[in-house]
């Protein structure tokens, strides 16, 4: 079994895990302007992104730049991981290849505690990311338990670029908001990925614009 063959019913039974759906995960975020750059490389990749329409098209073109502008704002001192092999214990079923991992360890070689948030790219169906984006946070939760460095809660975020939904993991909870998040908003989509960069690591010293 690997992450993306969990059914939210499979990971409730196998991890005890509690889901409760949340009006609104982050109700007061003070948006954050995104930097000139990442104005121009999106006005160039959406139209692209949008007319190729596929999930690598959507990932790469999309999100990944948005990522890359979050890590550029945060003084480079996290760490932006995408396609990459994300085993922590294969015999839960917890392996295989997370679409982009974010981590407080500025490191590149290798994914280092603690992973504070995932984010799995769909091409146009939300819900169906909703059981391999938790089997991640999971299997984040618990490397962070392994390597001393757990922090409260794990985030996570299921997107297609144009549509973003967050998801919190506290113990064996799993808050799922019920609203999204619109491209059109990108200033929200960037004030939730910082507010939770910076709330998940309280003693970090930068990170503003």
């Known amino acids: 079994m690997s992450y993306s063959e969990f059914t ?3 990971l409730k039974s196998k ?28 006005e160039e990749n959406i139209p692209l992104a949008l007319g190729v329409d596929t999930e690598k098209a959507r990932s790469e073109l999309i999100v990944a730049p948005i990522l890359v502008d979050l890590r550029k704002s945060f003084q480079r001192q996290i ?6 092999e994300f085993t922590v214990d294969k015999s839960r079923g917890l392996n295989g290849r ?18 504070v948030t995932i984010v799995e790219a769909k091409n146009d169906n939300i819900k169906s990311g909703l059981g391999q984006c938790i089997a991640e946070m999971i299997a984040a939760q618990v490397l962070n338990q392994n390597s001393d460095r ?6 996570g975020s299921v997107t297609t670029g144009s549509i973003w939904k967050f998801l919190r ?3 064996t909870t799993v808050y799922i908001e019920q609203g999204e998040h619109y491209l059109e908003n990108l200033e929200s989509i960037l004030g939730i990925l910082s507010h939770i960069v910076r ?3 309280p003693n970090y010293l930068g990170g503003d614009r």
């Open 79 to 84: 760490s932006i991981f995408s396609g990459s």
């Open 199 to 201: 709330t998940t690591r």
């Open 8 to 10: 939210l019913e499979e």
């Open 98 to 115: 997370c679409d982009f991992i974010i981590s407080h360890s500025p490191e590149l070689l290798s994914i280092n505690a603690p992973v």
């Open 15 to 42: 991890f005890n895990l509690t889901i409760q759906e949340q009006g609104a995960l982050f109700p007061a975020i003070e948006p954050v302007d995104p930097s000139p750059l990442l104005r121009d490389i999106l």
């Open 169 to 171: 993991l506290e113990a």
């Open 150 to 155: 757990e922090i409260t809660c794990i985030y």
